[in-house]
């Protein structure tokens, strides 16, 4: 580049470029860049600026499209999210069903009651039978020996007598169309149990009289509890189903509180002849 300034005041400037050096010029990246983006949102039918949604809303998609199986830790973890005040509230339900037991239930299943209710009256059967019959045997002078064959089959008898006449209530009104949901007839049967823990305690006095009274006061109360239940599920067919099932389940509950009756509810003293022949006859428990 070269330039010649010559004296005269009125003069020219003689200014020679090299082409090949390379010229600067200022540009706007900020328009440039609105202009693209304006041209891809035209490609694409867009209007606008492309913008990328809010962090709240991508998490409430994730969470709103994950959905946990039946082997994840989640999906029965949403069966205990209840306090003690949901379930003595049930409890009470299943008890004295002045209310309808499923319209709260349903607001908030739990399986927290209907697991811990049967494994109680489990625990509470086997403690009281055993101490019933220790004090029978201490009546009758003779050493006690402690029945462990009690508490399995209590455990086994309850287990199996919730599963099962809930897995039948559960077909059974399901093929008729009342749309039940599996661990609401599970919970029928589960805190219908509640009633036989005082009636288990009380049972502990010795008088069979009072065992028999107590027994039956217990199947009523359960009985219709289970019935008043079940009878609401049955209504979402319109009737269809209550002159078949009703009976069975009846039946059912009968032969549970039979079970309970003589197995764990069954004891006296009576007088059997002392070893060796003679002498006064020794007393002895047996079931009654």
């Not at 069966?79 to 299943?94: G, I």
């Not at 399995?152 to 399901?174: D, E, M, N, P, R």
């Not at 109360?221 to 049955?234: A, E």
């Not at 009737?239 to 069954?266: D, E, M, N, Q, T």
């Amino acid at each position: 580049m070269s330039y010649a300034k010559p004296n005269n005041p009125d003069y020219n400037i003689v200014v020679d470029v090299d082409d090949d050096e390379p010229t600067l010029e200022f540009q706007d990246f900020a328009t440039n860049s609105n202009a693209q983006s304006g041209r891809m949102n035209m490609h694409s039918g867009a209007i606008g600026p492309a913008s990328a949604p809010p962090p709240y809303q991508a998490a409430q998609t994730s969470e709103s499209s994950g959905s946990h199986s039946i082997w994840h830790i989640e999906y029965w973890a949403q069966y205990f999210n209840v306090d003690s005040q949901d379930v003595v509230q049930r409890t009470f339900l299943a008890v004295v069903p002045k209310d309808s037991f499923l319209d709260v239930y349903n607001t908030n299943p739990d399986l927290w009651g209907t697991f811990w209710i049967p494994t109680s009256v489990i625990f509470v059967m086997f403690v009281t039978a055993s101490l019933s019959q220790s004090i029978a045997e201490s009546l009758a002078g003779t050493q006690r020996e402690y029945d462990f064959t009690m508490l399995t089959f209590a455990t086994f008898t309850i287990y199996v007598y919730i599963l099962t006449v809930g897995s039948f209530v559960y077909a059974a009104t399901k093929y008729f169309g009342s749309q039940p949901g599996l661990m609401e007839c599970f919970s029928v049967y589960g805190y219908g149990m509640a009633v036989w823990i005082p009636i288990s305690v009380l049972c502990v006095l010795p008088f069979d009289w009072f065992r028999w009274a107590m027994v039956g006061v217990g199947f009523a109360s359960s009985g219709f509890f289970i019935m008043r239940s079940v009878n609401q599920i049955v209504s979402r067919s319109n009737g269809k189903l209550h002159k078949a099932i009703i009976p069975l389940i009846l039946v059912a509950h009968a032969l549970l509180v039979v079970v309970f009756k003589f197995k764990f509810f069954s004891y006296s003293v009576s007088s059997v002849a002392a070893p060796g022949g003679g002498g006064s006859p020794a007393p002895t428990p047996v079931p009654t």
